[in-house]
């Protein structure tokens, strides 16, 4: 890649996130796709968490090309605009819309929610070394290998049946919250169900330590001596996992109020402003707009905000919808939420085997994650291996060949958003 036309592909260098939750050295595949992709030394006992791609300032990527060589991706994206399409320059400026990572999770991530617009500016202003931007960040985790989480509220039903059966979490909220939530029927509207849920909820998390401690050290004994009788359900065992993750901490029992959510690979779960979640295990594709903003109230050593988290939340109730993709062609899948700001492609390409990314009003960044191969694009052809990131601008087909299996990520624009105008 030997000119510097703004109209061609651009190798760039990615950033790394070394928080504690991530999976250790060489186990983390956000460890051996950065040493690949810029050359880095892997500590055997650092976690590797998160591999950023795009133009956040907390993790901004830069150019690898030679001739520019560490200048910061937003800042060339400043200097020529119209790589980005002007659908994409009117919306949202001379920036990426969307911030694309790898995630290597071994420890559950915090109990979160991340903040809609309104609220993210409200937040960036009162607090801007805690909220890093006045953006929204719906996201969606595209799993690569099997990857858990927490998500949503479960429904009444469920909810009524774990104030039944865990006697800890009505010492924390007291008989009256909890009978708040029992005494409700099919009669009551939606209203008072969210606000029976918002009571209750709030009340838990905002439990005393001394409260939580005994509470959680009750479940331990009681949960140990029905494991002697019976087999501990799914939950259970998870709550006594996330103990020994988090010991004392409240996030611990609340998990019982939410979605157990396993993905396989190639699952995706995608979720909007304001809706609890928790990352617990496995390695993923993430999407997100561009932001870093992270609303915490448990299972995590963080700085806590469990009166803004409470307050902001939507209480939606049920199961989360999994995204299984649907296919472009027969060996690209794409995985489309309902956020203007991104899209996500899957492609695994046997060996030998050709594929087309079509020409879109809007810019890429394609991560190759295994294999190598040759991408074309106009009059050039590039030799592309597993660590390599490149940012594709608006209007360009990539046609891509393999030498041996190949498989690549791609994020974009919502591909809607431009049928929308």
Known sequence: MAKANADKLKRLRAWVQN?????CG???QVARLLALNCGAK???????????MGTHDSGPSFLADDEEENTVLKEWLGKNPNVLGHKVLEKWGSDLPFLFKVLSVAKALSI????DKELAKELHKLQPNLYKDGNHKP???LAITEFRALCGFITLEELKGVLEDVPEIVELVGSASANQVLDIDNRDGAETVKSALESVFTQLMSASKEMTTKAISKLKSRLHIKSQLRCLTEKEQLVLHLEKQYPGDIG???????NYVKLNPGEALYLGANEPHAYLSGECIECMATSDNVVRAGLTPKHRDIQTLCSMLTYKQGYPEILKGFPLSPYITRYLPPFDEFEVDRCILPKGHSTVFPAIPGPSIFLIFLGEGTLYYGSWEDMVNEGDVLFAPAKTEITITTTSELQLYRAGVNSRFFHAL
């Open 19 to 23: 928080y504690d939750w991530g999976r």
């Open 26 to 28: 060489k186990d983390a």
């Open 42 to 52: 892997v500590e055997l006992d650092r976690p590797y968490a998160e591999l950023w």
């Open 112 to 115: 979160q929610a991340h903040p």
């Open 139 to 141: 996201e969606m985790a």
């Open 252 to 258: 611990v029992i609340s998990a019982f109020f939410f």
